[in-house]
């Protein structure tokens, strides 16, 4: 695997900017380059959270399949975003599907990996939740204005 | 090029309670139980108004409501409004028909700081029926372009289906002077654009935070959320405005009905300066 591109990529995306280099070097063990095209699906609800993904190029729409009423998409995620977070809590499954609106590059990284080299070393999972938590923090938030249907009529 | 002049904010009415009348000269309905009217005096000409300004509108025989201008300043020849259908007057005002009269009072109230932002970054963040009372700053924005930097305009409504003047945002959209992002909370397939709220298109656009003004509306959990991501991203409060809502009887600063804390949305508002109301807005219940 050519670890060295993977490398400067890791280290550009948003999500992993300002990571340190050792750290740095143990996510590229765990990552490769993906690429989905529009319609394909990275993952779908129920399957194990195996990888993750750091979103390089296109938008990934995540759904939930409602009986009667089809996919609804609940949230787009873009280029510089990620994709998973399921793969940080057991029971590790996916709990919604992401499909790919356009052609999507991104990188995919081995969760099983991740979660075997960041429980022998601390140090790089408390990095990791570190970048982890505001996301989860922020799709929360997400949630509840979602939930609190802010612009539904009031009839 | 010269600044244009600044609006008359307050007009020259002799009894500012007594409605004058007008005609609905046009109606045309903008999502599910959204309508835009369009109103033109029975006689004389109109005051002008600045962007953010209301009117008291009255459907004889059911009542009075604010609602805010939703048209261009620079024609103020024809008065638009935008209405959401939510309870008795607002209704009744979306039902009324080409011909029909209407009781007019205003304008009232402070607008958007549009001439006070000439120089910065512009972001406007509207959330549902919230882009009604921004568009006639978008309007202003856009006309003098180069007096501003960069312009942004992120809306968020609840589905594609609840999208206001969905013809405009698609030709702002063509324009390569303003930055467009529109999100819906929730979408089936065939939706083209970003789902998701409203607050995660404030990372998407760019703008140098140090030198913006953030112009703010829709529903006050909305804008809370809103607020609180602008300031996230270095916009001061003291950069943010916002317009606020409460139940109003008289708009001109007599009855009381809209006071929240030391100010009277009426007269003080509906537009403030973040900081300047942030701790009411705190507050549970006013
Ligand atoms: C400065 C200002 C500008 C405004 N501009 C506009 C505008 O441009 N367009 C517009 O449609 N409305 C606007 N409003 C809101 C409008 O004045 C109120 O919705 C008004 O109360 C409607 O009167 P009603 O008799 O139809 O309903 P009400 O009997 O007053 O209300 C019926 C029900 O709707 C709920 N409700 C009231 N207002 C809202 C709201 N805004 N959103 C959700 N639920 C609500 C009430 O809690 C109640 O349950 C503005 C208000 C202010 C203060
Ligand atoms: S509505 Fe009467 S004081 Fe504001």
Redesign the pocket.
């Known amino acids: 695997m050519e670890t060295h591109g993977l490398d400067r990529i890791l280290r550009e995306h948003p999500f992993f900017a300002g990571l340190e280099e050792d750290f740095c070097q143990l996510v590229c063990g765990c990552a490769r380059n993906v690429r989905f095209d529009a319609g394909q699906h990275l993952f779908r609800e129920g399957e194990p959270a195996s990888e993750f993904f750091l979103i390089r190029q296109g938008r990934v729409a995540l759904e939930i399949r409602a009986p009667g009423r089809g996919a609804i998409t609940f949230q787009t995620v873009g280029e510089g975003e990620i994709v998973g977070v399921s793969w940080l809590i057991p029971p590790y499954r996916w709990t919604y599907d992401a499909k790919a609106l356009e052609v999507v590059r991104a990188i995919g990284i081995n969760a099983t990996c991740l979660r075997d080299k960041s429980e022998s070393d601390h140090d790089l999972g408390y990095e990791l939740m570190k970048r982890f938590v505001p996301v989860l923090v922020q799709r929360l938030q997400a949630t509840r204005l979602q939930i609190l249907d802010v612009y539904g009529s009031?009839a | 090029m010269a600044a244009p002049p600044e609006p008359v904010l307050a007009a020259p009415l002799v009894d500012p309670m007594l409605p004058r009348v007008g005609r609905v000269r046009a109606r045309r309905r903008d999502a599910p139980l959204v309508f835009t009217l369009e109103i033109e005096p029975a006689e004389g000409s109109l005051p002008p108004f600045a962007p953010g300004q209301?009117n008291m509108l009255t459907v004889f025989g059911v009542?009075e409501?604010?609602?805010?201008l939703?048209g261009d300043p620079a024609r103020p020849g024809r008065l638009i409004?935008?209405?959401?259908a939510?309870?008795?007057?607002?209704?009744a005002l979306s039902r009324l028909d080409r011909g029909d009269p209407v009781g007019l009072r205003g304008p009232f109230?402070t607008g958007w700081p549009v001439e006070q932002a000439a120089g910065s970054d512009v972001v406007v963040v509207a959330g549902g029926?919230g882009l009604?009372?921004l568009r006639p700053a978008l309007y202003q924005l856009l006309a003098p372009r180069r007096r501003y930097g960069r312009i942004a305009l992120l809306y968020g409504t609840r589905s594609p289906a609840d999208i206001l003047f969905a013809r405009e945002i698609d030709a702002w959209r063509r324009r390569k002077d303003i930055e467009v992002h529109v999100t819906v909370d929730h979408a089936t397939g065939d939706w083209p654009h970003q789902v998701g709220v409203v607050t995660s298109l404030i990372s998407r656009a760019r703008f140098d935070p140090a030198r913006t003004t953030a112009l703010v509306c829709g529903p006050e959990v909305m804008m809370r959320f809103a607020i609180g991501t602008l300031q996230g991203a270095g916009v001061a409060s003291t950069q943010i405005y916002l317009s606020l809502?409460?139940?109003?009887k008289c708009a001109i600063g007599l009855c009381g009905h809209c006071q929240m804390g030391a100010a009277f949305?009426c007269r003080d508002g509906?537009v403030f300066r973040h900081d300047r109301v942030r701790d009411m807005l705190a507050l549970r219940e006013i």
């Open positions: 009031p | 209301f009542g409501v604010p609602i805010s939703s409004h935008t209405v959401r939510v309870g008795p007057v607002s209704t109230g029926l009604a009372p809502e409460r139940n109003m949305i509906p």
